[in-house]
């Protein structure tokens, strides 16, 4: 049975108290209930090189997906992890002199290190150096050869370690792969899986569930290189030996992507305990990099399908960060480092930037200036300022305590009306992984309630209108809270704060409270600055 820790992280001192909240009492709940499970996983990245922009990205874009579902109620599964076996790991570690074990546990964590400071909410930390992942990767292996999709032969062509991938003799241009890497030629035994005979069915696949991968672009590029030409895949090395073995013959280890992708399910308990794989793997969505779409949506299936599984529900492949128009990796020297980034400017500030600068999708390229503008608009202008204003206002003129609202207005009404609409909104785009445009939505609310406050000036009715300056303020109150409960898988530590100012207890911040309404006279804290402007 695989525990779900619903807190790996559980050191996490910032850690928005709703959320935790709800896993608990989702936990807790989950045996009386029947609700609709999501299960979303990252990539899980090579231990050859310490975490940066691009690693934390991903996470953070399925962070911002698993806690949106969460409030939505559904029951999440979020795995991210660490891929440590294959031929970059080992050379890498055999050039440090380190035993190939000690080195990735230390690598490892610090992957585990960044996603606490970043304070991704995965269920699972899924590691392919642990026991039991090498068991399902070895029931993989013999699902496909009881299946008759593996035969012994032997390999001669081009390998390129850095991208763990072989390519054929017309893939090669000046050298190199079509991704840029060095590539070797390699002759050795091997086993290899039948990828051509399923050519056809992977186009059937693709043609019958027009969801299966996302972007449409990147569909369309993943059926030409399908429609193209399919060639058995060599799924063994005798080369290296940092590796799952082969089940019965133990001078191969297995390739290490046919052993990476099985994470999926061994994440999930499988093959030991099949419970969790039967409730969340219809529900899954695997996020990856462009880079990786080909081994997501080509071998991945056409693995499953070939020892009898399903495919995943979906894949959605996003674009590549760049930093001044150049591939980010510490290897090539160019690396971004996102703690210092949030060392200096916030964790909120960091995340929300990556998830609202770039369509989801699309490749964008890192500039701290794009980033201090977003900061200062978006964060301190526009939803900071937004919150003090009315807060702090509240505060003074009202003992600590939220207003009592008399007869409201059309206004009134259709702005506390808007968060749920926003919902709906929000989760259409949500549903297609158009998390900027989730995030475009909250933000269209923000500038409604600045514009509200603007017009309706609270400010100026203390001595003239108080009553209708009570109802203003207390619509702003509401709606504060309700744009803070849309904010959350956006921002969770400055929603989070948010909903503790205004006294909004834990198990209230999920969207079934979006339609509910401020206790008029309750208490609020003393509201401190939220947003610190970057000058
Ligand atoms: O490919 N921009 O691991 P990996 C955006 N172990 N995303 C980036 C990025 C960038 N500049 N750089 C990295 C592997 N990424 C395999 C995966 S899964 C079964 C095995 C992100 O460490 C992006 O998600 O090379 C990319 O696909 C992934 O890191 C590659 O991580």
């Not at 060599?234 to 030996?241: C, F, G």
């Not at 978006?378 to 526009?382: F, K, M, P, R, S």
């Not at 609270?458 to 209108?465: C, F, G």
């Not at 003393?526 to 939220?530: A, D, R, S």
């Given at each position: 049975m695989v525990a779900f820790s619903l807190f790996p992280n559980s050191s996490l001192d910032h850690e928005p108290p709703g959320l935790l909240w709800s896993r608990q009492s989702f936990e807790n709940t989950i045996h009386f209930m029947k609700r609709e499970t999501f299960y979303i996983t990252s990539p899980i990245y090579y231990v050859n090189d310490v975490p940066h922009i691009g690693h934390a990205y991903t996470t953070l874009a399925c962070d911002m997906l698993a806690r949106f579902y969460r409030q939505a109620g559904r029951d999440v599964a979020f795995l991210t992890g660490t891929d440590e076996h294959g031929q970059k790991v080992q050379r890498v570690a055999e050039a440090k002199g380190i035993d190939p074990k000690l080195f990735v546990d230390d690598v490892s964590k610090t992957f585990r290190i960044l996603f606490e400071k970043l304070g991704i909410s995965n269920t699972v930390f899924a590691r392919t150096t642990s026991p039991d992942h090498y068991k399902a990767v070895q029931d993989m292996w013999k699902r496909l050869k009881d299946n008759n999709q593996i035969y012994l032969g032997s390999y001669s062509g081009w390998y390129a370690v850095r991208d763990e991938a072989f390519y054929g003799e017309d893939e090669i241009k000046d050298g190199k792969a079509p991704t840029g890497a060095p590539v070797e030629y390699v002759t050795e035994p091997s086993y290899f899986f039948?990828?051509?005979?399923?050519q056809q069915p992977l186009l059937d696949y693709y043609e019958a569930h027009p969801?299966?991968?996302?972007p449409e672009s990147r569909r369309n590029e993943v059926i030409s290189f399908v429609k193209g030409g399919l060639r058995d895949l060599?799924?063994?090395?005798?080369?290296?030996?940092w590796g799952v073995p082969v089940p019965g013959d133990e001078a191969h280890v297995i390739y290490v992507w046919l052993d990476a992708l099985n994470i999926y399910l061994s994440g999930l308990g499988y093959p030991s305990d099949k419970e969790a794989f039967e409730k969340f793997w219809s529900e899954s969505l695997h996020i990856v990099g462009k880079d990786i779409l080909r081994f997501h949506a080509v071998y991945w299936p056409a693995f499953l399908m070939a020892a009898g599984m399903q495919p995943p529900k979906r894949i959605f492949a996003h674009g590549w960060w760049t930093k001044d128009g150049e591939k980010i990796s510490k290897s090539i020297g160019k690396p971004i480092d996102p703690v210092e980034i949030m060392d200096q400017y916030g964790n909120d500030a960091f995340r929300y930037f990556v998830l609202r600068e770039v369509p989801f999708g699309n490749d964008g390229d890192y500039s701290e200036m794009a980033f201090i503008n977003r900061l200062n608009a978006?964060?301190?202008?526009?939803y900071g300022n937004l919150v003090q204003r009315t807060l702090a206002f509240v505060y003074k003129q009202n003992e600590g305590k939220l207003p009592t609202p008399g007869a409201m207005t059309a206004e009134d009404k259709t702005l506390l009306a808007l968060p749920s609409t926003m919902l709906t909104d929000m989760t259409k785009h949500m549903e297609a992984q158009s998390l900027h445009r989730a995030i475009e939505r909250v933000w269209e609310g923000l500038f409604e309630g600045n514009r509200y406050m603007d017009v309706q000036k609270?400010?100026?009715?203390?001595?003239?209108?108080p009553e209708r300056m009570q109802t203003i303020l207390y619509v702003l109150c509401d709606f504060i809270r309700q744009m803070a409960i849309l904010s959350s898988s956006i921002v969770p530590e400055l929603s989070s704060k948010i909903l503790d100012q205004l006294g909004i207890?834990?198990?209230?911040?999920?969207?079934?409270?979006?339609?509910k309404s401020l206790t008029p006279g309750a208490d609020i804290l003393?509201?401190?600055?939220?947003v610190q402007k970057v000058v």
């Open positions: 039948r990828l051509s005979a399923w969801d299966f991968i996302a060599s799924i063994s090395r005798t080369s290296i030996t978006d964060l301190a202008n526009t609270p400010w100026s009715l203390k001595a003239t209108d207890a834990i198990h209230k911040r999920d969207f079934d409270a979006l339609g003393e509201p401190k600055p939220l």
